[in-house]
Every structure is written in structure tokens, then in C-alpha cells.
């Protein structure tokens, strides 16, 4: 009989969380990467729009064992990579709305995956593009692919699956600052 009420506590507890949908976790700027802004010298840009490009391993919302995770930035991961941008810039002191030196750029993949027994994965590609007026001064493609420890239990599993998206971003983001061709187009 007790078996009975726990298993019918599993199936109760596997139905209320299977399908939900939440936001994922705010972006918050990496210290490292508003320094390599700051030394970067006298740069500044604005951020444009950011797209993304609908496709396989393009995910929006991410799925987590069967929760979704939307952006809390417009539910869009564009939207989350540009809002990204705009912090670490702006902590900087880089960001600056009347320059004519802009940075757009397009989602290309995008996806966490858990579904492993104790390893997640992560990756996400940009296509960063820097114009000054209407002249392409840099167009690149950055990708960063980044794995950590997870576990089998879901309630273990996707939450720190949703941690992670930040932290996969502001590696990201970590290579384009670390890029000199990037940072001097910004000049």
C-alpha cells in the first residue's frame, strides 16, 4: 500500500512538472569580460538588432527534459545576446547611443542539452558584424561549446542546465572581446 502512495506521489509530481515552462536566468556581466572592455583603449559602439536564424540546434524556447526554457529578454536568445552586449559594454563605460559604430549580429545555434547521465552540454554560435555607418568593418562567426558536471535526477539536471546558459554566453562573448580584429573595428 505504501508503495502504491509514492508511486502515486512520482506520477502526481511527474505530471505537474512535465511540459513546464519557465524563464531562464537573467543575464549577468562577467567581470573578465568588462575588463577586456576596459582595456581595450578608447573603443565605444551602440547595439543594433540581433536575429536569429531559425534552424536545427537553434533551440527556442530550450527544451530540459521536457520543461522549456524561454529568454527573459523579449522570449527571444537574439534578444538575450544583444541585452548581454549591452551590459558588459555599458559597465565598461564603451557603450555610447550617438556613435555611428554599431554591433549586430545573428543566432546561429543555440541549445543546452541534459538528456546524458552526468555530463550537459552547451553551445551556442553568433555571427557578430560591426558597422561604421554603412561599412562592414568586421563580420565573424563565434562558437563556444562548453560542458559540466549534470546528473541523471531532473530536478538536479535542469536547473543546472538553466545556470549554465549564462555562464555559456559570457564565454561566448569572451572570445569575441579577445578578438583584436573585433576590438579595433570598434575604433
Not at 9 to 34: E, H, K, R
Not at 102 to 107: H, N
Request: aromatic residues 8%.
Amino acid at each position: 500500500m505504501r508503495r502504491i502512495g509514492l508511486l502515486s506521489l512520482v506520477i502526481l509530481f511527474g505530471t505537474i512538472t512535465s511540459g513546464c515552462s519557465t524563464n531562464g536566468p537573467l543575464y549577468t556581466a562577467s567581470i573578465d569580460n568588462v575588463q577586456l572592455l576596459k582595456e581595450a583603449g578608447n573603443v565605444s559602439a551602440k547595439v543594433g538588432k540581433f536575429d536569429s536564424i531559425p534552424g536545427p540546434g537553434n533551440a527556442n524556447p530550450i527544451t530540459l527534459r521536457g520543461s522549456r526554457m524561454n529568454s527573459p529578454y523579449e522570449s527571444s536568445y537574439a534578444a538575450y545576446l544583444a541585452e548581454a552586449i549591452k551590459q558588459e559594454l555599458s559597465l565598461a563605460g564603451k557603450l555610447k547611443a550617438d556613435t555611428d559604430i554599431e554591433i549586430s549580429g545573428s543566432l546561429l545555434k543555440n541549445d543546452i542539452n541534459i538528456a546524458g547521465f552526468s555530463i550537459g552540454t552547451g553551445d551556442i554560435e553568433a555571427r557578430f558584424v560591426v558597422k561604421k555607418g554603412a561599412q562592414v568593418r568586421y563580420d565573424q562567426i563565434k562558437t563556444i561549446h562548453d560542458q559540466w558536471e549534470s546528473s541523471f535526477a531532473g530536478a538536479i539536471a535542469v536547473p543546472r542546465g538553466q545556470q549554465q546558459y549564462p555562464n555559456l554566453v559570457q564565454k561566448l562573448l569572451a572570445t569575441l572581446y579577445a578578438d583584436h580584429d573585433f576590438l579595433e573595428a570598434l575604433k
